[in-house]
């Protein structure tokens, strides 16, 4: 059944090194959407008890966490005049945390746009493999069609993936990661 023994190693191991930081009122943080998620969510479908549970309801993405915790509310934004289009993670859709990155933007002072759209089109390593590769850019053809709609002058995307997807096609500029605009907002 695929990998799943070694999945639920692997998150053994992270809940073990976590679980303490966690107990200490520590909160884990990811950059990257798929890694908070696998946290957040497929941990406690691998694994049972506190220990797992405790670590999953405390892990935030980093845009969730600066909302969460409204930290960019004591960070002194210049003005910005930049409009953004905002395509969110499918993982974090999955899991209701996508909408996190478009608070903070705006506080910052940014005008986003969230994009409606689904999966960028690569879901991983789907895109990556040459037998789903027509499908992957007939997906970011989609997600592209719909940047083309927005009057945003660039494009934030927190996954790699989706980055990468987008930054492969010209038409669709290169787009910067949440928590980049956010630093590039700073006074």
Same mark, same amino acid.
């Given at each position: 059944?695929?990998?799943?023994?070694?999945?639920?190693?692997?998150?053994? %191991?992270?809940?073990?090194?976590?679980?303490?930081?966690? %107990?200490?009122?520590?909160?884990?943080?990811?950059?990257?959407?798929?890694?908070?998620?696998?946290?957040?969510?497929?941990?406690?479908?691998?694994?049972?008890?506190? %220990?797992?549970?405790?670590?999953?309801?405390?892990?935030?993405?980093?845009?969730?966490?600066?909302?969460?915790?409204?930290?960019?509310?004591?960070?002194?934004?210049?003005?910005?005049?930049?409009?953004?289009?905002?395509?969110?993670?499918?993982?974090?859709?999955?899991?209701?945390?996508?909408?996190?990155?478009?608070?903070?933007?705006?506080?910052?002072?940014?005008?986003?746009?969230?994009?409606?759209?689904?999966?960028?089109?690569?879901?991983?390593?789907?895109?990556?493999?040459?037998?789903?590769?027509?499908?992957?850019?007939?997906?970011?053809?989609?997600?592209?069609?719909?940047?083309?709609?927005?009057?945003?002058?660039?494009?934030?995307?927190?996954?790699?993936?989706?980055?990468?997807?987008?930054?492969?096609?010209?038409?669709?500029?290169?787009?910067?990661?949440?928590?980049?605009?956010?630093?590039?907002?700073?006074?």
């Amino acid at each position: 059944m695929g990998f799943l023994d070694r999945a639920r190693t692997r998150a053994e %191991a992270t809940v073990d090194v976590l679980a303490p930081a966690v %107990a200490e009122g520590r909160t884990p943080v990811f950059v990257e959407p798929s890694d908070a998620v696998v946290v957040q969510d497929d941990y406690e479908d691998l694994l049972d008890g506190p %220990a797992v549970e405790r670590v999953a309801a405390e892990t935030c993405g980093v845009m969730e966490y600066l909302d969460r915790e409204r930290l960019d509310d004591h960070l002194a934004f210049g003005p910005v005049d930049e409009a953004l289009a905002y395509h969110g993670h499918c993982n974090q859709k999955a899991v209701g945390t996508d909408h996190h990155a478009v608070g903070v933007l705006r506080r910052a002072g940014y005008r986003v746009d969230p994009v409606d759209s689904t999966c960028c089109g690569m879901a991983g390593s789907f895109g990556y493999e040459r037998e789903h590769y027509a499908r992957s850019q007939a997906i970011a053809d989609i997600l592209v069609d719909g940047i083309g709609d927005s009057d945003a002058d660039g494009v934030v995307a927190p996954g790699t993936s989706c980055r990468t997807q987008l930054s492969d096609r010209a038409d669709a500029g290169e787009p910067a990661h949440p928590i980049e605009k956010v630093e590039a907002a700073l006074q």
